[in-house]
């Protein structure tokens, strides 16, 4: 008898953690993950002064996978095929509780620097990025990281903005497919001020960003002078209508 009384709190324990169980398991059935393919193809041709050469080229060739792990929890994985051995790009998974609640990155992805940085490829007016852009932003484009963010980040479209919106992340400062330990990180933030956003002017929304890079860069991805990208800070304004 005693030990039947024994044994019973843990029969009655086991059977609330099944039920448990059962109904985070039904509710997680209402959740299923999602896959979603995407991709993308960049042609160009360019010519050059003086020696009157030109050539046609792909500039842009990705696919990847993207979805919902459940109503919490996103991923993404894009990998470029326009060169010959192939370079992940993005491999991220996103936590969010929905609405206008911080985003939560961790894997590798896009440093936050300037709205035109983070802009999709896919989606840009023209192929190639703003000179300014390319030399302070893209030659470090992506790492692996940390980073918390609002959900607007600036667009192109007609998107309902937010009066301000953030985007701060931690990095190796190694640069992209790059896990190599470091004494030190690189940080990155940009901030985003839409004064108009509740009062759009001309069915349009003016807006003022700060973007900053600081710490340091040891970027085998990109050579200057035949040695590794070092740096130690950058900053950017940028305005928009």
Do not use: C
Not at 57 to 76: E, H, P, Q, S, V
Not at 96 to 103: A, D, F, I, R, W
Not at 200 to 212: C, L, Q
Not at 215 to 220: C, E, H
């Amino acid at each position: 008898m005693i030990r039947t009384l024994k044994t019973l709190p843990m029969l009655v324990g086991m059977g609330a953690l099944l039920v448990a169980s059962s109904a985070a398991f039904a509710e997680d059935e209402e959740k299923k993950p999602t896959i979603n393919p995407y991709g993308f193809i960049q042609a160009q041709a360019e010519g050059t002064n003086g020696n009157d050469t030109s050539r046609f080229f792909i500039r842009r060739a990705r696919f990847g996978l993207k979805g919902d792990i459940n109503d919490k929890f996103t991923y993404n994985i894009l990998n470029e095929f326009a060169v010959s051995t192939g370079q992940l790009r993005d491999a991220y998974i996103t936590y969010t509780k929905g609405g206008n609640s911080p985003l939560y990155r961790f894997g590798q992805f896009k440093t936050a620097y300037s709205f035109e940085q983070l802009h999709p490829d896919e989606t840009l007016p023209l192929i190639e990025r703003s000179i300014v852009v390319d030399e302070l932003g893209s030659n470090h484009d992506r790492d692996m990281g940390f980073a918390i963010m609002s959900p607007y980040q600036g667009s192109f479209s007609k998107a309902d903005p937010t009066v301000f919106a953030y985007n701060l992340s931690v990095m190796n400062g190694a640069g992209r497919n790059t896990s190599t330990a470091k004494a030190t990180k690189l940080w990155t933030g940009r901030i985003l001020i839409t004064p108009t956003a509740n009062h759009p002017i001309a069915d349009g929304h003016i807006s003022f960003g700060f973007s900053m890079r600081q710490g340091s860069v040891t970027n085998a991805n990109v050579s200057l002078g035949g040695s590794p990208l070092k740096e130690r800070e950058r900053y950017g304004f940028e305005a928009g209508y």
